[in-house]
């Protein structure tokens, strides 16, 4: 792979159809937890060891086949993110490291896996946006149905949405640790925002198995 690989027609279309019900249903689906790079997006967040993808399987069994596509044998920890993004969204540049709240000085992700599950209609802006320090080597426009592969230390943004309607994507970090670090590292964790009916202010949900 030079940067990034591209696989269409990835899975049968009933599948997508029931992915995208099933992650906006999913009672975890809020504000994202991640950082200020992720400027008015939706979603939620799954960090898993892969001794535990049985769990996750059966917690989100929705997730079942991009996993078995998508997963690398080679890497043992995983951060995964439902990522919606409308009218008005965008990410801003960065690297992925989201393990590094439980590892000060992990390295970034070997292999980047995102799934297009749902693209407006001849979306104007969106696109994933992909640098190798300073200098561009891809420019993609998502197209439903297709599964993305890209190099974990590239920096990567998406561009403003201009397009109404809901762009939605499945995205996985895929890390090669090592054991000292695995123990850092949670077996199984959800990570979420959801709202606390007390206050009705967003709070972010840790939910260790």
Do not use: W
């Amino acid at each position: 792979m030079k940067y990034y690989h591209q696989q269409a027609n990835a899975f049968p279309c009933t599948y997508l159809s029931d992915l995208s019900g099933e992650i906006r249903a999913c009672s975890y689906f809020a504000i994202n937890n991640l950082n200020r790079d992720f400027v008015n997006t939706k979603g939620f967040s799954v960090v898993f060891q892969r001794s535990q993808l049985g769990q996750v399987e059966q917690q989100f069994p929705f997730f079942k086949l991009y996993l078995n596509l998508a997963l690398q044998p080679t890497c043992n920890a995983f951060y995964l993110n439902p990522l919606l993004l409308k009218e008005g969204s965008r990410v801003d540049p960065h690297i992925d490291r989201s393990l590094r709240s439980y590892v000060k000085t992990i390295e970034p992700p070997a292999i980047v896996s995102v799934l297009y599950v749902q693209v407006p209609s001849e979306m104007k802006g969106g696109e994933l946006v992909l640098h190798n320090r300073k200098r561009q080597v891809g420019q993609i426009q998502p197209q439903m149905n297709t599964l993305l592969y890209f190099q974990g230390d590239l920096t990567h943004s998406v561009n403003p949405v201009i397009t109404p309607g809901v762009r939605l994507s499945l995205i996985c970090e895929q890390y090669s640790l090592s054991e000292a670090e695995l123990q850092e590292i949670p077996e199984f964790t959800v990570e979420s925002r959801v709202s606390d009916p007390t206050t009705k202010k967003r709070k972010l949900l840790i939910r260790n198995s």
